[in-house]
């Protein structure tokens, strides 16, 4: 069974930096595309990167230039760096994959950020 577990949210004051990491098992990582969503209060869930399975990320517009994704293919882990974070920034992120036709999601973790 496909497993995702994300750590590393939390509160964070406007300008600061988090890292956000999800730890994959019960597939090969080498070849799975992966990616981070997020949603934020009252609102749908939303595509903020992605990565492919050979290292080629691909970023949402409103993170281009502050969010950086990341694959450590011996840990079997996938990473969301995030740099000037501001309070649109403030949602539940999900790790995510699709692995064998079915859609896998972490459960989350919460990344707040004050102004």
């Known amino acids: 069974q496909v497993q995702l577990v994300e750590s590393g949210g939390g509160l964070v004051q406007a300008g600061e930096s988090l890292r956000l990491s999800c730890a994959a098992s019960g597939l090969n990582f080498k070849i799975a595309a992966m990616a981070w969503h997020r949603q934020p209060p009252g609102k749908q869930r939303e595509l903020v990167a992605g990565i492919t399975s050979g290292g080629t990320p691909n970023y949402a517009d409103s993170v281009k230039g502050r969010f950086t994704i990341s694959r450590d293919w011996k840990r079997s882990t996938v990473y969301l760096q995030m740099d000037t974070l501001n309070p649109e920034d403030t949602a539940v992120y999900y790790c995510?994959?699709?692995?064998?036709?079915?859609?896998?999601w972490g459960r989350g973790t919460q990344v707040t950020v004050s102004s």
């Open positions: 995510y994959t699709r692995w064998g036709s079915r859609d896998f």
